[in-house]
């Protein structure tokens, strides 16, 4: 009988972690981006994304649209 492979585990899970850490870092880059430039334009960027809606500040309000946004993700 042969046993599976158990290091391959962690290595699939690291994968999977880091995929998450730069699709939340572009996220933020690019909703940062729109909420600045709506902001300077004083356009109401918040109603544009979902979650952004409560938040108090710009960085929580943009952390708070991309969870939201990453919750989609399959």
Not at 13 to 24: G, H, M
Not at 34 to 61: D, M
């Amino acid at each position: 009988m042969r046993h599976a492979d158990t290091n391959a585990l962690p290595a699939v899970a690291d994968e999977r972690s880091a995929s998450l850490v730069a699709i939340f870092v572009v996220s933020f880059a690019v909703f940062l981006l729109i909420a600045l430039v709506g902001g300077s334009l004083g356009l109401k960027w918040r109603s544009w994304f979902p979650g952004a809606e409560g938040g108090q500040s710009l960085p929580g309000a943009v952390r708070s649209a991309v969870y939201s946004f990453m919750s989609y993700l399959p």
